[in-house]
């Protein structure tokens, strides 16, 4: 889990909500947040003023009827880890003043409970289970930031968009599926100053590794009773052969080297898996007009190499691989569907064949590439789009490191290599 970025010296809570108030209006009216705000909560009002939220006016949408609620938050992922958030935080909370709220991975809160009087009072802006606490819904709040940024945040006081929160202050956390990376659903901890003192941030995430912990067992050991069970009918299928593409290193099917053109021809085929007929297939192969007998050969070819490496052979009319394969490319562009940034950065070790001139792969690189830099810069934590953006080939992309000397903390020790590398970017391109 990221570390978030700390708070500055608080100062006088009266002034500091003056300060944040005028900050606000002034945004509303000029359309300009002031610098001064943290990044986390500046971007959020940005977020906040793109969408129209009314600060004065917004409320919580409640979407779902009683029974509906309740028949959807008891097939909710984290419905059967309730009883270890409740033992490490609701358990307690009653004696520290506080609410923990647990929600889904779309902002609507499951379950509020804690503390009966702030409760009571929480009652008020409608902070119940059932409302929908996401930024689009009611802008700056430790829940909704929380999973807008897929990273744990504290919201104090008047630092919430919306001004009926501003006599609370919160700090939450998201909670992934510890298989595929997804956001599963957020856990807040909302009341007075004390829900944003630096333990609690411990404290809730703490108790996300302990879920995701009793997530991933439940998760093996229903693994393990499937694979059980199905032994008992028939042979588990086989693994999928990885297909290796991405990067600078050498394109592989398993642990077989591949020619250029057959590392186009099976990425192709993977990343359209309905297939495609000899002309489609020529077309996205090869720059200019190709003979179908050329085509024809390179297929004779593929299917040798496809028999040493235990696959079956290639599918015609249309062409079509005859067993799935585990196309490395595709499986970032799963994971950026999923929401999962970081596993995908992880995933992405280059662009796709970069040597290849291939009309099909030339549309396929730049489409991941395209996909995975707007999703990191749009979502990624500063140290994760660091990381993203010191790859080789983003080493003079100018948008990327202004982005992150933009998110960076202003103590952050990487602020001034940051700084100096857009100095040599601006000298590179005069």
């Known amino acids: ?25 002034d945004a509303i009216e000029t359309g300009e947040v002031p610098l001064s705000l943290r990044p986390v909560v500046r971007a959020s009002w940005e977020r906040a003023i793109r969408g129209a939220i009314d600060p004065d006016r917004a409320l919580p949408r409640i979407e779902l009827d009683e029974d509906a609620f309740r028949e959807y938050r008891a097939a909710h992922a984290l419905t059967p880890v309730m009883p270890v958030i409740r033992r490490l935080l609701v358990d307690g909370a009653d004696d520290a003043g506080l609410v923990v709220a647990v929600g889904d991975a779309h902002g609507r809160l499951l379950w509020v409970e804690g503390d009966a009087g702030l409760r009571r009072r929480a009652e008020d802006m409608l902070f119940i289970a059932g409302a929908d606490w996401s930024e689009a819904s009611i802008g700056t709040s430790a829940p909704g930031t929380a999973l807008e940024l897929d990273r744990a945040v504290q919201i104090r006081g008047a630092e919430h968009y919306n001004r009926i929160v501003h006599p609370w202050s919160c700090t939450a956390a998201p909670v992934h599926d510890p298989a595929t990376g997804a956001i599963l659903g957020v856990i807040d901890i909302t009341g007075t100053d004390h829900a944003v003192a630096p333990h609690t941030m411990s404290l809730v995430s703490a108790t996300v590794a302990a879920v995701e912990a009793e997530l991933r067992i439940a998760s093996l050991e229903s693994a393990v009773r499937t694979t059980i069970r199905r032994s008992r009918i028939r042979a588990v299928a086989p693994a999928r052969t990885p297909l290796t593409v991405l990067g600078e290193g050498r394109p592989r099917l398993g642990v077989q080297e591949l020619s250029p053109r057959h590392a186009e021809i099976l990425t192709l085929l993977a990343w359209h898996p309905r297939g495609m007929g000899a002309e489609r297939l020529a077309a996205l192969l090869y720059e200019g007009d190709a003979s179908p007998v050329t085509l024809r050969a390179e297929l004779v070819r593929l299917r040798r190499v496809l028999e040493a490496a235990g696959e079956p052979p290639l599918e015609s009319r249309p062409y079509r691989l005859g067993r799935e394969v585990d196309l490395d490319a595709a499986s970032v562009a799963r994971l950026l569907g999923q929401g999962s940034l970081r596993r995908a950065a992880e995933r992405y070790r280059g662009p796709v064949l970069p040597s290849s001139t291939a009309p099909g792969i030339v549309e396929i690189r730049e489409e991941l590439a395209g996909r995975i830099r707007e999703s990191m810069l749009s979502d990624a934590p500063p140290e994760l789009l660091l990381e993203f953006a010191e790859r080789d080939e983003h080493r003079y992309d100018a948008e990327l490191w202004r982005a992150c000397l933009e998110l960076l903390p202003a103590r952050s020790p990487h602020r001034a290599s940051v700084v100096a590398h857009l100095d040599r970017i601006e000298s590179a391109l005069r």
């Open 1 to 25: 889990m990221s570390v978030p970025e700390r708070h500055p010296q608080w100062g006088d809570a009266s002034s500091l909500r003056d300060r944040l108030l005028r900050a606000q209006q």
